[in-house]
Nanobody, 119 residues
Framework: QVQLVESGGGLVQAGDSLRLSCAAS??????????MTWSRQAPGKEREFVAS????????NYADSVKGRFTISRDNNKKTVYLQMNSLKPEDTAVYYC??????????WGQGTQVTISS
């Protein structure tokens, strides 16, 4: 079955950068056929959309709160999706998840990776 494993989270200071990775396996079809999405959930809040990318990496979408600071990308040969996060803010603190599909239609989720930004 599909497995998604996120990594790269940690504790950093405001203004720093992190790059998250999501390693995928177990797809029935080619990985490039699947859009992928990053979302996040802060304590006491609902999970929210962060960014998505289409199968070929040619189309991306971002939440307004991260636009200009975060970049989603993918390497289909490695079956990996990335989230480069720059100029991090304390309000970016959350557990970050990757998932297959677009926001609202995701069918497979990873276990998440914790990102904590200190002020």
């Amino acid at each position: 079955q599909v497995q998604l494993v996120e990594s790269g989270g940690g504790l950093v200071q405001a203004g720093d950068s992190l790059r998250l990775s999501c390693a995928a396996s177990g797809f029935r079809f080619r990985f490039s056929w699947y859009s992928m999405t990053w979302s996040r959930q802060a304590p006491g809040k609902e999970r929210e959309f962060v960014a998505s990318i289409d199968g070929n990496g040619g189309s991306t979408n971002y939440a307004d709160s991260v636009k200009g600071r975060f970049t989603i990308s993918r390497d289909n040969n490695k079956k990996t999706v990335y989230l480069q996060m720059n100029s991090l803010k304390p309000e970016d603190t959350a557990v970050y998840y990757c998932a297959t599909g677009t926001w609202g239609s995701s069918s497979n989720w990873g276990q998440g990776t914790q990102v904590t930004i200190s002020s």
